[in-house]
């Protein structure tokens, strides 16, 4: 048979491409004639440089150092894929995570984002892909568009991934449901909301209220005035990926996350890889690997959690958060023997 494997990073333990092996693994331990083809997704957030780095092993890896979050000098790198195009990562430029456990919603910037893009640009790069989750900053994009100073797109253009839908402003915008996460109280949610508008003001041509546009803290806002187009991350991963193709004749399809929940539903990763198997692989057999599974599986043929296989493992559940890639394992294994 011919397996795909496309999960998601288990966030903040395994990296998608480690999950996917993980389960390739298991899967072949049981059925060694099987093809497995692993295809390590994300969904413009953290893991997305990962995933397009697996994906094309010949693309080429820019090391640069950038202004991070709190402003201090960060070292990371934007990647060169084959047809010219650069993928710039802003979890890895301006992400929460840098910060640690030091929120700076004042003073938190997405400049170093803008950075890495320029760094890109000043290569000659064909196009870009820009994955907008995890900002530690609710900016409203305003530090990138700096960094860029009006500079042209490329040729090819600049496809932005996010998987949130927010507009810029409002009870649903970038600091009513993103901000608390960066350190904004909730008394000031109304401040920073009024900043947003006023950074609205200065593009009149860009509705605020375009889906995705408080993305990041509203960088996604300040690349639409840049002339990006937003697309829904999983979909454009899958879609550079080449997913669609490496779908067809697939017999079983295995996709994941860390916590599969009513959220998952909403242009997660397993939400995309299952109607993309719909459309391009019809009959194939489409199961869930997660970390926890805390939503109704009526879209997916057989499940596996690893929070279950740990504790019926080891008797601790939490160990599936410690050491994800051997639960992993065998789930892969667990499947295969349902095949």
Do not use: C, N, Y
Request: net charge negative.
């Amino acid at each position: 048979m011919r397996i795909v494997v496309a999960p998601d990073s288990f966030k903040g333990t395994a990296t998608a491409a480690a999950v996917a092996s993980a389960i390739a693994t298991g899967w072949s331990a049981e059925r060694p004639d099987d093809q497995v083809v692993t295809v390590p997704m994300a969904d413009g957030g953290e893991g997305t440089l990962d995933a397009f780095a697996t994906a094309f092993p010949e693309a080429v890896r820019h090391a640069v150092t950038v202004t991070g979050p709190d402003g201090a000098p960060h070292d990371t790198w934007w990647l060169r894929l084959p047809d010219g195009r650069g993928v710039v990562e802003l979890a890895a430029t301006s992400g929460l995570p840098l910060l640690g456990d030091h929120l700076l919603p004042d003073s938190a910037t997405s400049r170093g984002f803008g950075e890495a893009i320029v760094a890109a640009l000043d290569t000659g790069v064909t196009g870009l892909v820009l994955g907008i989750g995890g900002s530690a900053s609710t900016d409203g994009g305003a530090s990138v568009l700096e960094v860029l100073d009006g500079r042209p797109l490329p040729p090819g253009g600049v496809t932005v991934l996010t998987d949130v839908t927010a507009p810029l402003t409002g009870p649903t915008g970038a600091a009513a449901v993103f901000g608390p996460q960066k350190g904004i109280a909730p008394s000031r949610v109304a401040e920073f909301d009024a900043r947003l508008r006023a950074l609205a003001a200065h593009h009149p041509h860009i509705d605020p209220d375009t889906p995705g546009a408080g993305a990041a803290g509203g960088v996604g806002f300040g690349l639409l005035a840049w002339g990006a187009v937003l697309v829904r991350g999983a979909e454009g991963v899958a879609e550079v990926l080449g997913l669609p193709t490496l779908l067809a004749g697939a017999d079983v399809v295995v996709t994941g996350e860390g916590r599969f929940d009513g959220q998952s539903a909403s242009g997660k990763v397993p939400s995309v890889v299952h109607a993309m198997a719909s459309a391009h692989a019809p009959g194939a057999r489409v199961v869930l690997v997660a970390g926890a599974i805390d939503a109704p599986l009526d879209d997916f043929a057989a499940a596996a959690s690893l929070t279950v296989i740990a504790t019926q493992t080891t008797g601790e559940p939490d160990d599936a958060l410690r050491d994800p890639v051997r639960f992993a394992t065998i789930a892969g294994t667990r499947l295969a023997r349902m095949a």
